[in-house]
Nanobody, 122 residues
Framework: QVQLVESGGGSVQAGGSLRLSCTAS????????MAWFRQAPGNQREWVSY???????RYADSVKGRFTISQDNAENTLYLQMNSLKPEDTAMYYC????????????????WGQGTQVTVSS
């Protein structure tokens, strides 16, 4: 059974850091494009970052230079290191897997986790 489980969210003050984790089961993440999305109340789901099967990573302009995506294939886990957090980073964060293409379009992703909440106070 395919499953993605996120963890690591929480409440921090602006300028702080969090590290999100996404542990996969039922498939091997190194064979998939793995991504992070986020969604704030009343907003559409927004792409944050992805890592391709070749290790190429891309970031949304809003997080570039502050967030870093990585993965541990031995642990089958995806990470998102978030530094210099801002109140506008507050959202539910989701990891997702695509078996065919890397994109900022959430429609191409086959599998989704349940999300982990990140709240940044000013």
């Amino acid at each position: 059974q395919v499953q993605l489980v996120e963890s690591g969210g929480g409440s921090v003050q602006a300028g702080g850091s969090l590290r999100l984790s996404c542990t996969a089961s039922g498939f091997t993440i190194k064979n998939f494009c793995m991504a992070w999305f986020r969604q704030a109340p009343g907003n559409q789901r927004e792409w944050v970052s992805y890592m391709s099967t070749t290790g190429t990573s891309r970031y949304a302009d809003s997080v570039k230079g502050r967030f870093t995506i990585s993965q541990d294939n031995a642990e089958n886990t995806l990470y998102l290191q978030m530094n210099s957090l801002k109140p506008e980073d507050t959202a539910m964060y989701y990891c997702a897997a695509s078996g065919w293409i890397c994109s900022g379009d959430y429609g191409v992703y086959n599998y989704w986790g349940q999300g982990t909440q990140v709240t940044v106070s000013s």
